[in-house]
Antibody, heavy 115, light 106 residues
Framework: EVQLIQSGAELKKPGATVKISCKAS????????VYWIRQAPGKGLVWMGL????????IYTESLQGRITITADTSTDTAYLEVRSLTSEDSATYYC????????WGQGSLVTVSS | SYELTQPSSVSVSPGQTARITCSGN??????GRWYQQKPGQAPVLVIY???ERPSEIPERFSGSSSGTTVTLTISEAQFDDEADYYC?????????FGTGTKVTVL
């Protein structure tokens, strides 16, 4: 059974950095891209970027380029999302997603940015 | 950047049919997917490649495509179908989600 287990909720101050993990199991980690999606409270889904665990290649959405880094550690089958220079606009639930059809989602990690 | 536009809300009576549209230029060249999201839960894929349905999704969910619009149809709607629905498509080297539609069954 494919599972993506994400790290827990985070409370950060404006200007700080958050790093969220996504531990994969139940499949060969390098077989599929890992995507990161976020959802602000009461708002829609936003595609942030992806990593190809096989070669580490990344693609980021233009609006977040330069402020986020997505990585994959094949020794632990874990993907990471780092978001820097946090503002209140970054308060959201962050999801990792994988699978040929992007049909396996993590449980979400809530990040709250507040002073 | 690409945009996918959906109606903000759709209402349907139990047993009736709901149709949700998603429009955007990218859909003319790329497939669309549909995700269902219930409160407090991660989204679930219900349609991919415009019309294909994962095996675990009930047959009352179907998809269609015409030009720059994809449509999700929920036949014989049930109370359990009440949720937010998002379309999605790949665009160049990124992905884009639709604006989301709240489906109310009443």
């Amino acid at each position: 059974e494919v599972q993506l287990i994400q790290s827990g909720a985070e409370l950060k101050k404006p200007g700080a950095t958050v790093k969220i993990s996504c531990k994969a199991s139940g499949y060969t980690f390098t077989d599929y891209h890992v995507y990161w999606i976020r959802q602000a409270p009461g708002k829609g889904l936003v595609w942030m970027g992806l990593v190809d665990p096989e070669d580490g290649r990344t693609i980021y959405t233009e609006s977040l380029q330069g402020r986020i880094t997505i990585t994959a550690d094949t020794s632990t089958d874990t993907a990471y999302l780092e978001v820097r220079s946090l503002t209140s606009e970054d308060s959201a639930t962050y999801y990792c997603v994988t699978g040929y059809l992007a049909n396996y989602w993590g449980q979400g990690s809530l990040v709250t940015v507040s002073s | 950047s690409y945009e996918l536009t959906q109606p903000s809300s759709v209402s349907v009576s139990p047993g009736q049919t709901a149709r949700i549209t998603c429009s955007g230029n990218i859909l003319e060249i790329n497939y669309g997917r549909w995700y269902q999201q219930k409160p407090g839960q991660a989204p679930v894929l219900v349609i991919y490649k415009d019309t294909e349905r994962p095996s675990e999704i009930p047959e009352r969910f179907s998809g269609s495509s015409s030009g720059t619009t994809v449509t999700l149809t929920i036949s014989e709607a049930q109370f359990d179908d009440e949720a937010d629905y998002y379309c999605y498509s790949a665009a160049d080297n990124s992905g884009v989600f639709g604006t989301g539609t709240k489906v109310t069954v009443l």
